[in-house]
């Protein structure tokens, strides 16, 4: 079975300052990686995903994520945030050849000015 | 290209009634996957149906069902209401082979209220 881990339910940072958004998973297989935003009264958008290859995935809007094998992890990271970025952000594991996704419960990010 | 769509976007219910929901997935793609989220459980996995065939389930309640068309538009049925199913519902859809494979693309989702 996997599961993912987000161990902040809430990140509030001020425009233009950095963040990150820490996800752990757990899966006796390989993995797919995935991160989702979602904005009020949307569905899911994605951000980034790692398949396979270079650990430093590069997404929309800034956003990247590295891919840790050792420490099981998949953290986002975005150098200076954006009012825009206000949402709820949600890291995902899949195993390679399906589809179906194992989600966080999510990070909500709150950016203040 | 048209995304996935989800129709309809709101509806309220009573306990006891049936409600179906309907996914248009993005053109080409074959899988339909649908997805319950609350606040207190999240984001959960409800089923997948790829070539008119449900390929996945999740743990859900037989009151839960599901199905899908020959030119891939899939509806999902939840019979029987109860509060506790107020959710929204999403739907994702992906290609099956090729770059992207098994890549997620969701819908705005249908949000159910069940009074």
């Known amino acids: 079975a996997q599961s993912v881990t987000q161990l902040d339910s809430q990140v509030p940072v001020f425009e233009e300052a950095p963040v990150e958004l820490r996800c752990n998973y757990s899966?006796?297989?390989?993995?797919?990686l995935f991160w989702y935003v979602q904005y009020p009264n949307q569905g899911l958008q994605l951000l980034l995903k790692?398949?396979?290859?270079?650990?430093l995935v590069k997404g929309i809007n800034g956003f990247e994520a590295e891919f840790n094998k050792s420490q099981t992890s998949f953290h986002l990271r975005k150098p200076s945030v954006h009012i825009s970025d206000t949402a709820e952000y949600f890291c995902?594991?899949?195993?390679?050849?399906?589809?179906?996704?194992?989600f966080g419960k999510g990070t909500m990010l709150l950016v203040s000015p | 290209k048209a995304g996935v769509t989800q129709t309809p976007r709101y509806l309220i219910k009573t306990r006891g009634q049936q409600v179906t929901l309907s996914c248009s997935p993005i053109?080409?793609?074959?899988?339909v996957s649908w997805y319950q989220q609350t606040p207190g459980q999240g984001l959960q996995f409800l089923f997948e149906?790829?070539?008119?065939?449900?390929?996945n389930k999740g743990n859900f309640p037989g009151r839960f069902s599901g199905r899908q068309f020959s030119n891939s538009r899939s509806e999902m049925n939840v019979s029987t209401l109860e509060l506790g199913d107020s959710a929204l519902y999403l739907c994702?859809?992906?290609?099956?082979?090729?770059?992207?494979?098994?890549?997620?693309?969701f819908g705005a989702g249908s949000r159910l209220t069940v009074l």
């Open positions: 994702a859809s992906s290609l099956v082979r090729g770059p992207g494979a098994n890549v997620l693309t």
């Open positions: 899966s006796s297989v390989s993995v797919y």
């Open positions: 790692y398949l396979s290859g270079s650990t």
């Open positions: 995902a594991v899949s195993s390679p050849g399906y589809s179906t996704l194992t």
């Open positions: 053109s080409g793609h074959r899988s």
């Open positions: 149906y790829f070539s008119e065939t449900q390929r």
